[in-house]
């Protein structure tokens, strides 16, 4: 089995970490450390931001998480082992801001973060082979709805379909249902104890990877979908990076 890590960050008003810093130690130092770690155990990486939210200006968001990371298709072996590296890999940095002490900055002090490990159970291409996937949308769906689509696959992909129907989405989709399965952070983190993943509304997840935005998004199953729009691609990315 693999398993999907989708990281949600937010940057608190009281960290002193400014958001170009964040970018950098993002983007130049974390990201490749964990590509860089033996054996391709990270092959790919992407980075969103919330469709409403200025990645350069995002306290002005009224989104509680405006960024998103996704690390997909890792081993859940290797994940659930005790020699894992994924949260191993360093957190301090010399070019994060300094502690009280002048010692290095450590991201975890300066950053709100949420962390999920999902599944994807079923894969819907809509329309054709999506190229580089430049928006994501997420669908939180409760178990009751996925209950409703039965056992057949083809009751999943008319979910899915009725969901990008919804949303107007015009052109090549690829999409996936993820189903959550466990927080890497560990027994009594917030994810972990509710059982239920990162969004409100459900642990599985109608997950849309579009060329382009979708002309407009309505709630859905009583939850209004999240927008994001990408920042940048890292690694073995061809097309949609969840397949």
Known sequence: MSITILVQSAIPPSSPLPQK????????????????LPDRKVPAAARYVRSDTDELHPSDSKSGFPFLAIYPNLSAEWLRSESCEFLK?????????????GEEGYILDMLDIEMGGYEVVLSVILGGVVGEARCVVVVPVGEETV?????????????????????GVQG????????????????????????EGLFVGGKYLVLHQLESPPT????????????????????????????
């Open 147 to 167: 209950k409703e689509m039965g056992e057949d696959e083809d009751d999943g992909a008319s979910v899915v379909l009725e969901s990008a129907k919804m949303m």
């Open 89 to 101: 890999v360093p957190l301090h940095s010399e070019i994060l801001p300094r502690g009280e002490k």
């Open 172 to 195: 090549n989709v690829q999409s996936v249902i993820m189903r959550y399965e466990y927080s890497p952070m560990g027994a009594g983190s917030k994810e972990e104890e509710g059982k």
């Open 21 to 36: 810093t964040f970018k950098t130690w993002y983007e130049t130092v974390h990201i490749p450390d964990l590509l860089a």
């Open 216 to 243: 407009e998004v309505g709630e859905q199953w009583g939850e209004k979908p999240l927008v994001y729009t990408l920042i940048r691609n890292f690694g073995d990315v061809k097309g949609a990076l969840l397949v």
